[in-house]
């Protein structure tokens, strides 16, 4: 079997039997990243001598027992968000794009400390804002399943790379979809968990009450394999969460037995394409033939999450990423004559047309006059978004419905109208208004080839239940992959 | 007849927290340092760093509320106060808007006038920023973060006072509790103390309050004073001239002795405050609330009607021992030590006032130990040293803090108490002035001063002058 298709757990496996050595796959993986990445743009940054370096010291690390972890000596990619100390990290901004961190963000630490071996960073929507990977200022990244099409965003770059086995697993972040979308888009599975489950220290904010990183793999085993070595309390971020449950790996198993699944209604009513809505559900009875139970429900607020969202995550924006002023760090507009001028040239000329967009909605919603009517309603909308999901988990032990109304779009399609880009994140974002944990795995393709992702919603601190349901799935469903797919056909 | 004017004047006054460690970070708050050695990601607003509270600044903040008798916030929350500016690294600065910590409290104040309750509208904590230097000559600004992040408290009054002399009185009442309770050494000449002076006027006996100004940069209590009597006098010329007052700010230049405009309300900034999502919200609990209240020192007032208690010492030796934390300290560990309370208050009264008066220091500053006072004392009742011996000790211990009696074996300073010796001096002495034994028979009283002076040079000081004075008129 190719080194590549090996699974990250599978790889990390093969390694410690010493049936394959840490070079050797990280050779393979930077072979195919030669052979296909000018096709596919998953990187922003490579470094293959940092990982070739890493490979040595991580085998000597496994070599003398030092390092056991499942995940010793596999490769992988950290989307360009993520503080990594020496190596850029841009956020696929024109403003970062000469930023050299001094320090490692807490997540990467822990992969590092499993004996990761870092290829590099992935491309993404430029800091997070956009659903297609097309906001990046570095160009777009294609969808490996048909390169006309987007990957999905933010974490586009990181999802691109595990579909075509430019890595065996990938670090994203998810603010309102960003990792289950491209998820669901490149045919791979992500996951963002519990709000506080993994620490943010390190991950260069978007919007922080709704941002979280997870994991993206080819499998269900990865991402719990993966999301276990992530998670953890973090004193630097107060905002992380002491949860003694992260045994991730403790739940793959294949049982849905008496497992109660609620259905939303108003997932599958209007703007949904037809074969979404038929893979999904085709998805839903596969539960039930293994003894889940569904049931169709109401879920209430459905419409109001989209404004809820881009009101908080633009506001908490607006204030992010006021730091970028080209003072301390990054790009700095040339020959200006006075401070004011200097930031705004700095500004004008380092951000995108997105992300200004989103700082002048954030600003907007924040300024004295407009507070209460905007910022504070939908801190109340929110909570009230998180009263409607209590209830629904007062009766079932997770939601299922797809990821996103879509398919991959065509490139090109989306940043012309933006409102229908934002509408394309209705299934997902209400998930990080609610701090919830969400999963989204793929469920087969359209009638034009490209994947249908299967989401997953879970309660608070129940990403176990998540696991077990999706691993029960996959375990029907058989591999999924491009290759599978291609051959199946 | 000319109008009479009422000042109306709210202070708010910033104060530095005694923190060693910043208020979201690890970082040092010593003085100091070369710039932008005691900074970390989290302030220097790095890409990704997240703030995380300083517990022992809730506390202070907290205790400074309990000393001014504010309702302390149960829930509470940090907000971001948005603006550019390069001292600010984030660019938005970390405070307390919504949910503040402490809220409607007051302090009493005397004055020649009487006893006066001052109202405290909040008190909120927010981080300091860093500092900026202007290079003229490379034409360039530099910025040094090893300030940013340090704990301030902001307390803000409400508009209850109505002269300089109230206004001194409330800033010094609030000196000494905070002092006392060791949140803050509260220097004003250093900063660790500014105060922002919101003044207007009105006619006397009208209800409403006239337009305000805010009055920044005042970093002592005189320039506070001037300050506050050129802007009355600015305003009330304002308002007999038909022009009116402006709202505005306004930035004191304390050597010309005016004031200008900085920023008038048009140009008021709008903050976009809202709660950092980065934060968790402030829960303080029965059990904390319960543990600073046990743990609030014992203040001025009560301290002084425990001194005119327990000490036989003059009432205005008591308000200047206890004016100073750090010289109320030294009395009580000194008399603790064994001292007598009237010597120790002496040593306190003259020497250190004397010394600190000469070298311009600030009684936070005193640096002697009591251990080093109670010896000192001791070695004088012990007639080891004779006073002015002392006090060239005394001159040596404020400054470095020396061991008396190691200090005194060292130099040879040691009373010499061999009185044979003595006598032997004195009796040359006496020889040597025929002009002053005469003059001391002839009934001249102060001619024994002169014979005394001149044993003490001749035994270099050693010596007690008492029993010389008794040897001197025993032999003559």
């Given amino acids: ?489 | 007849m000319a109008k009479e004017y009422e000042t109306v004047i709210g202070l708010e006054v910033h104060v530095e927290l005694a923190t060693k460690t910043k208020i979201f970070c690890g970082c040092s708050t010593a003085f100091g340092g070369d710039p932008n050695t005691h900074t970390c990601p989290v302030c220097t607003g790095m890409p990704g760093s997240l703030p995380v509270l300083n517990k022992q600044v809730l506390e202070y903040a907290i205790a400074v509320g309990l000393a001014t008798n504010c309702d302390i916030t149960r829930y509470g929350k940090f907000d971001r106060k948005n603006y550019f500016y390069p001292d600010n690294p984030q660019n938005y600065q970390i405070s307390q808007l919504y949910l503040p910590i402490c809220r409607n409290g007051y302090v009493e104040i005397e004055t020649e006038t009487g006893t006066k309750k001052v109202g405290i509208h909040e008190i909120h904590m927010e981080e300091d920023a860093g500092k900026l230097i202007h290079d003229e000559w490379e034409d360039a600004s530099l910025v040094d973060y090893n300030r940013s992040g340090v704990p301030l408290i902001e307390i803000v009054s409400e508009p209850d006072m109505r002269s300089a002399e109230e206004v001194n009185a409330y800033l010094d009442k609030l000196r000494l509790l905070i002092q006392y309770l060791g949140a803050s050494d509260c220097k004003l000449q250093e900063g660790s103390m500014r105060a922002d002076v919101n003044l207007s006027v009105r006619e006397k006996g009208a209800t409403e309050f006239g337009t305000r100004t805010e009055m920044k940069n005042l970093n002592s209590f005189r320039a506070i004073t001037h300050a506050i009597e050129g802007e009355r006098e600015r305003q009330i010329a304002l308002i007999e001239d038909g022009i009116g007052v402006t709202q505005e700010t306004r930035r004191w230049d304390d050597t010309k002795g005016e004031s200008y405009a900085m920023r008038s309300k048009e140009d008021a900034q709008d903050y976009r405050y809202f709660p950092d999502p980065d934060l968790v919200p402030i829960v303080v609990s029965d059990e904390l609330l319960e543990s600073i209240r046990k743990k609030q020192p014992e203040f001025r007032t009560e301290k002084m009607a425990r001194y005119k208690e327990e000490y036989d010492i003059p009432e205005y030796d008591i308000e200047i021992i206890t004016n100073s934390k750090r010289m109320a300290d030294i009395f009580e560990e000194t008399v603790a030590l064994g001292a007598q309370p009237k010597k120790v208050s002496n040593w306190l009264m003259v020497e250190t006032l004397r010394l600190l008066k000469e070298k311009e220091m600030d009684p936070a500053d005193l640096r002697f130990s009591p251990e080093h006072l109670a010896k000192l004392i001791e070695l004088t009742e012990k007639k080891e040293i004779n006073s002015s011996v002392a006090k060239e000790v005394f001159e040596v211990m404020f400054d470095e803090d020396v061991d008396p009696q190691a200090y005194v074996e060292e130099k040879g300073l040691k009373a010499v108490n061999d009185e044979g010796a003595l006598r032997k001096t004195i009796e040359e002495v006496i020889a040597n002035n025929p002009q002053a034994v005469e003059d001391f028979h002839n009934g001249k009283e102060k001619a024994i001063g002169a014979l005394v002076g001149q044993t003490m040079k001749a035994m270099k000081g050693k010596c007690d002058p008492a029993q010389v004075n008794s040897i001197i008129r025993e032999l003559l």
């Fill in chain 1, 1 to 489: 079997m190719d080194l590549l298709h090996y699974t990250a757990t599978e790889l990390g496996e093969k390694i410690k039997a010493k049936e394959v050595s840490v070079k050797e796959a990280t050779e393979a993986v930077l072979d195919r990243i030669g052979e296909t990445e000018e096709q596919y743009h998953c990187y922003v940054t490579l470094d293959k001598e940092g990982a070739l370096k890493k490979a040595e010291e991580v085998q000597k690390g496994i070599d003398d027992g030092t390092l056991t972890s499942p995940l010793a000596g596999v490769p992988v990619a950290i989307k360009d968000n993520m503080c990594t100390e020496g190596m850029l990290t841009t956020c696929s901004s024109k403003i970062l794009g000469n930023f050299v961190p001094t320090y490692t963000s807490e997540a990467v630490k822990k992969l590092e400390a499993a004996g990761a071996v870092i290829l590099g960073k992935t491309n993404m929507d430029e800091f997070a804002m956009g659903s297609t990977t097309e906001t990046s200022a570095f160009g777009p990244t294609k969808n490996p399943w048909n390169t006309e099409h987007v990957p999905g965003g933010s974490s586009g770059g990181s999802a691109a790379a595990v579909a075509a086995e430019e890595c065996y697993y990938a670090l994203g972040s998810d603010t309102g979809g960003s990792i289950r979308q491209p998820a669901s888009y490149c045919g791979v599975v992500g996951m963002k968990p519990t709000y506080g489950t993994v620490s943010r220290y390190g991950l260069i904010a978007y919007g922080s009450s709704l941002d979280q990183i997870g994991p993206l793999g080819k499998d269900v085993r990865d991402i719990a394999t993966v999301l276990e070595a992530i998670a953890g309390h973090d004193s630097k971020d107060s905002t992380s969460i002491e949860r003694k449950d992260t045994d991730f790996t403790s739940a793959l198993i294949d049982d849905v037995k008496g497992m109660k699944i609620g259905i939303p209604r108003d997932y599958f009513a209007k703007g949904i394409d037809a074969d979404v809505k038929d893979r999904v559900l085709a998805a839903s009875k596969v539960l039930e033939e293994k003894g889940a139970i569904l049931e169709e429900f109401d879920l209430p607020l459905v419409e109001y999450a989209i404004p809820t969202y881009y009101t908080i995550a633009d506001a908490e924006a607006s204030s992010n990423l006021e730091r970028f002023d080209g003072v301390k760090y990054g790009f700095r507009a040339e020959d200006c004559e006075e401070l004011h001028q200097m930031y705004k040239r700095s500004r004008s000329q380092g951000f995108g047309p997105e992300v200004k967009r989103r700082i002048m909605l954030g600003s907007f919603v924040l300024s004295s006059g407009y507070y209460d009517a905007y910022y504070l309603k939908a801190l109340k909308v929110k909570a009230l978004i998180k009263k409607g999901f209590d209830e629904a988990f007062s009766k079932y032990d997770m939601i299922l419905g797809p990821c996103a109304p879509t398919t991959a779009p065509r490139l090109g399609e989306s940043l012309s109208d933006p409102m229908k880009m934002y509408l394309g994140d209705i299934y997902t974002i209400s998930v990080n208004l609610a701090g919830l944990p969400g999963i989204s795995l793929p469920c087969g393709t359209d009638a034009n080839g490209l994947p249908v992702g299967l989401q997953l919603i879970g309660n608070i601190f129940e990403e176990k239940k998540l696991i077990k349901a999706a691993y029960a799935y996959e375990q029907a469903r058989g591999a999924f992959s491009i290759d599978s797919v291609k051959e199946a056909h």
